[in-house]
């Protein structure tokens, strides 16, 4: 009982603490030399992930099932797509589970061959933008960012910079300390008031622990943003942005925390008030497939009405209108909420790997005798294996078919860094 009263007061400051120990551990665990796999990895943090105590659900969910009964979700096709017009899209996800990055390549599919179109990715280091003139040396691995070592990540980066030539640009800040000369170099005093101004500087004081990074964080990441939405603005006044985040960096409302006036100034909010712009959001992190304690308790409810074949989505405003309780707490500040598929196991890979255009291609077990290892990676051949981001990797197991999954391309198949054979995929 004292447990949950004190998940419920304090689960925001207990969800900052932990993102901020999980990106830790991260940082140490992926860099240690094993011959483990970055979604092997993954698994590890997944499992950890599974220990911190649950959300504040409670709530009687069985009483509200009419109320879930009356929302719509629908399944997303290019009808979806086609109504994100907007000026700016903000789209978050999931670090630990890469399903949520599948509908990102969608979402960029549908987008990269407008050139009025430019994308921005929390995910690159600190001006690590990836100009035209270095697209054909161009090596997609974990140097550009943390989480480009995970291959659905990393196809999402080629897919704008290898495969259509575009552009990409960084916006993270790696900065301890809020930039005022940028801040006022940039004339961002005159679009606030000074109020709203002072309320900031509080939250973001040092005496206020995890919240005085976040402010801090999300204050530089939107300056790091605004200066190149400006440069990009005067060359080309029909631009459109598509910004990629991760979790409550999506929250078009600052999140009060259990602080007395303390809040976190989300980057998404932080846009809408500097910019006088409203985007469109997009939230992937709350109806994720996930283990059992750290799932959105109306996950299984959806996913029973509506089946677990498809990415769906529904309006955020109609969640709000039915008052239903989200335990995550990006979901009701955003325009649309995605539910993403059960994942299901189809000789041991996971189903999202299927989806968007992906190619089923068996490994041939011929080279597994000539190897003792059990890790296999496939790498574009346009590429230098020891710097990039393998396309996919395969744990081998004698007991099942073993396969890879590959959008188009020409790979090479390395075990134990070293080259065993070259496939093509038509």
């Known amino acids: 009982m004292y447990l949950k009263l004190f998940v419920m007061r304090y689960k925001l400051s207990i969800l900052l603490l932990f ?127 943390f989480y480009i070592a995970e291959p659905q990540m990393a196809e999402n980066i080629r897919l704008i910079t290898k495969k259509h030539k575009r552009p990409l640009f960084s916006y993270e800040s790696h900065l301890k300390y809020f930039d005022i000369k940028k801040y006022k170099a940039l004339g961002l005093d005159t679009k606030v008031s000074f109020y709203f101004f002072k309320c900031f500087m509080k939250a973001a004081s040092k005496n206020n622990g995890i919240y005085s990074s976040m402010n801090i964080r999300d204050m530089n990441q939107f300056m790091n943003f605004y200066q190149k939405y400006q440069a990009i603005k005067l060359k080309n006044k029909n631009a459109r942005f598509v910004v990629f985040c991760g979790h409550g960096h999506i929250s078009e409302k600052r999140k009060k925390s259990s602080i007395k006036d303390i809040s976190w100034f989300n980057f998404a909010f932080l846009l809408k008030r500097y910019l006088k712009i409203d985007p469109l959001t997009i939230e992937l992190t709350n109806l994720t497939d996930k283990c059992s304690y750290n799932q959105n308790k109306y996950y299984p409810f959806i996913s029973n009405k ?63 005798t000539k190897t003792h290892s059990a890790v296999f990676k496939a790498y574009y051949k346009n590429e230098n294996p020891k710097k990039s981001t393998p396309a996919d990797i395969l744990y081998f197991d004698k007991q099942k078919t073993n396969c890879f999954f590959l959008y188009k391309g020409d790979y090479m198949i390395f075990s134990d860094d070293k080259l065993i054979y070259s496939i093509t995929v038509n």
């Open 19 to 145: 993102v901020t120990v999980n990106v830790f551990a991260q940082k140490h665990s992926f860099e240690e030399k094993n011959k483990l796999a970055f979604n092997q990895k993954y698994k590890q943090l997944k499992e950890a992930n599974c220990y911190i105590p649950p959300s504040n659900s409670y709530c009687k969910i069985r009483k509200q099932k009419t109320l879930i009964d009356s929302l719509a979700f629908f399944t997303i096709d290019n009808q979806f797509f086609s109504k994100l017009v907007d000026e700016i899209i903000i789209v978050n996800e999931d670090h630990l589970f890469p399903q949520n990055r599948i509908f990102i390549h969608r979402l960029i599919n549908h987008f990269v061959r407008d050139t009025n179109v430019y994308f921005f990715f929390e995910t690159l280091k600190p001006y690590k933008d990836i100009t035209e003139s270095h697209l054909d040396t161009l090596n997609v691995g974990k140097h550009l960012g």
């Open 306 to 368: 509506y089946g677990d074949s498809h990415f769906l989505y529904t309006v955020a405003d109609s969640v709000i209108k039915y008052k239903l309780y989200m335990p995550l707490y990006e979901g009701s500040d955003t325009d649309y909420l995605i539910f993403s598929p059960v994942i299901t196991y189809d000789d041991n890979r996971e189903n999202w790997l299927k989806y968007d255009g992906k190619q089923k291609v068996l490994f041939d077990k011929r080279y597994a």
